[in-house]
């Protein structure tokens, strides 16, 4: 193996390695936001204001797929991504839930749309880049 190849693979390795913690801090910032008010812990519920059920179970489960694509982006499984579109998928359906909420008269927050906006942006970064782990793999 020549040197230059085995930068790459360095390099390869270390944005894995800063991808997994990334999406790791953020999956754990939603899983505790979203696992606080769902089951009244901590007195996180009653600073939410009026959150919308369908939204916040959404971003759990969507957290729970993000602990697992860091697991798939440490090994570099393909299957990466597909887990990161299934969070995608269920953060959509959650907005849909949301739209209807609000066309329906029912009390939401303004920060809500905010935070279910950025959730659905980062998770189509990092789908965009579990896209790449097999490339990245191919080329080495």
């Known amino acids: 193996m020549n040197a230059g190849k085995l930068s790459v693979m360095g390099r390869v390795a270390m ?26 812990l901590f007195g996180v519920r009653e600073t ?15 957290s729970i797929l993000y602990f697992y694509a860091v697991v798939g982006f440490l090994m570099r499984r393909e ?10 998928l269920i953060l959509l359906i959650s907005g849909g839930g949301l739209f209807y909420h609000i066309v329906n008269g029912g009390l939401y927050e303004q920060k809500t749309l905010g935070a279910l906006t950025l ?21 080495l």
């Open 79 to 88: 299957s990466t991504m597909m887990v990161l579109v299934l969070a995608l």
């Open 48 to 62: 939410q204001g009026d959150y919308v059920n369908i939204v916040v179970f959404g971003n759990l489960l969507s």
């Open 15 to 40: 944005s894995h390695w800063v991808e997994a913690l990334v999406l790791f801090i953020f999956g754990l910032v939603t899983f505790y936001l979203s696992g606080s008010i769902l089951f009244d």
């Open 119 to 139: 959730r659905i942006f980062v998770t189509l970064i990092f789908i965009y880049r579990a896209s790449k782990i097999k490339n990245i793999e191919e080329n």
